[in-house]
């Protein structure tokens, strides 16, 4: 059984930095896609981030301030965040997937991805 397991969230000032990490089990992350969303509170959840053989790939608002990336050895993801905003604020979910190439298109559709984390709360103060 494939399990996710986020840490890395917490409270952060307004310009701070976090770095969420996705521990994996039962799943090696080499074989597929990894992904990252958020959820803000009554908003629908969004894509954030995802890697795959086929590269990296971004929202717009996560553009020059996260970076994911993967170490296989340890079978975990991470999602660096920098120049954090407010608006930030989010349940932040990584999930994977079998799809080990793929575009933007198919990577942000949350349909695509079969396991998900609990997630892990992140409050970027004003």
């Known amino acids: 059984q494939v399990q996710l397991v986020e840490s890395g969230g917490g409270l952060v000032q307004a310009g701070g930095s976090l770095t969420l990490s996705c521990a994996a089990s039962g799943r090696t992350f080499s074989s597929g896609a990894m992904g990252w969303f958020r959820q803000a509170p009554g908003q629908e959840r969004e894509f954030v981030a995802a890697i795959s053989w086929s590269g990296t790939y971004y929202t717009d608002s996560a553009k020059g301030r996260f970076t994911i990336s993967r170490d296989n050895a340890k079978n975990t993801g991470y999602l660096q965040m920098n120049s954090l905003k407010p608006e930030y604020t989010a349940v932040y979910y990584c999930?994977?997937?079998?799809?080990?190439?793929?575009?933007?298109?198919?990577?942000?559709?949350?349909?695509?991805?079969?396991?998900w984390g609990q997630g892990t709360q992140v409050t970027v103060s004003s």
């Open positions: 999930a994977t997937t079998r799809v080990i190439w793929a575009s933007m298109a198919i990577l942000k559709d949350g349909n695509e991805y079969d396991y």
